[in-house]
């Protein structure tokens, strides 16, 4: 008699789904003893979620690796290996088998790595319920199977790049500071004399908790909130400019223009929302949102 439960599913997305950059491709839960898998090598991605017991793992090195929850698995295409359970304890598990164009930007963005097959989590909350969507759009007959699955992967990536063990809850304080500092006019390099650090060494710790460069992690700060001020205020071009670092305005909507794809006054006309005395930085809940009353003229 088993001593393990298993439930999957696996689907075959036409080629036309494949265009959306990531699909599912197979969602399963297991727990238990669950059997041995592998030794084998896949042509696809795969992301096992042990969400508690503990087992092992071996990669191409052969080496085995012991597993405690709660961890991730990555199984990336190409790559040989092993992995099980242990005996007595078993272990609670989800898998999700992926892939698409997609996979390559975000193994780029660092938020799969091949280079680390066993990655601790701080918890699984968000990869369950990233998990529990596709076992809800699995049902037969669904019409909307593949893009519901295919947008729960986009989901499970982000939830497990937030989980993992060694990235705080409070975010990065390398990007925290960065953020705080990105409108004033400094060069990467004084940024990262700002951290003891030399740039190199900030490029290398904006890269694993961002995925992109300091350069591009701060310019991506700065053109956000120039949209804003754009938006929602009539400042000239030039004091937008200024009050996110640029003291150029001429350079400012160049590189504007570059990245955005049209030009600062041309946002406005498509944009504008002036809001008299600015608008809020409060985040409201989408869940509860305030209570809009009936405005009465003159009162």
């Not at 990262?192 to 350069?215: D, I, N």
């Not at 504008?272 to 930085?281: H, K, Q, Y």
């Amino acid at each position: 008699m088993p001593t393990y439960h298993t439930w999957m599913r696996f689907f075959t997305p036409s080629p036309l789904h494949h265009r959306l950059g990531l699909v599912c491709l197979g969602v399963g839960l297991q727990h238990g003893a669950l059997p041995t898998v592998g030794p084998r090598t896949l042509d696809h991605h795969v992301a096992v979620v042990i969400n508690s017991g503990s087992g092992w793992f071996s990669g191409s090195d052969g080496r085995r690796i012991p597993v405690t929850a709660p961890s991730l698995i990555w199984l990336t295409p190409g790559t040989p290996h092993h992995y099980g359970a242990d005996p007595g304890t078993g272990w609670d598990e989800a898998f999700v088998d992926f892939t698409g164009p997609a996979t390559t930007t975000y193994t780029e963005l660092g938020y799969i790595e091949p280079d680390r097959p066993l990655v601790p989590l701080a918890d699984t909350a968000g990869a369950r319920a990233a998990v529990s969507r596709m076992v809800r759009a699995a049902r037969r007959g669904n019409p909307l199977l593949e893009v519901e699955t295919g947008a729960a992967v986009h989901e499970l990536l982000v939830a497990l790049r937030r989980a993992r063990a060694d990235v705080s809850p409070d975010g990065d304080p390398v990007l925290q500071a960065l953020a705080r500092d990105a409108f004033q006019p400094l060069s990467v390099a004084e940024h990262a004399a700002r951290h003891s650090m030399t740039p190199a060494e900030l490029r290398t710790a904006v890269r694993r908790g961002a995925g992109c460069s300091p350069k591009d992690y701060l310019l991506g700060i700065r053109l956000g909130r120039a949209k804003e001020l754009l938006a929602a205020t009539d400042l000239p071009v030039a004091a937008v400019a200024r009050r996110v670092g640029y003291d150029d305005p001429a350079y400012f909507s160049r590189l504007f223009a570059r990245r955005v794809g049209t030009a600062p006054v041309r946002f406005r006309e498509q944009q504008g929302r002036a809001v008299p005395g600015g608008w809020s930085d409060q985040v409201p809940d989408p869940e509860h949102p305030p209570t809009i009353t009936a405005w009465t003229p003159g009162v």
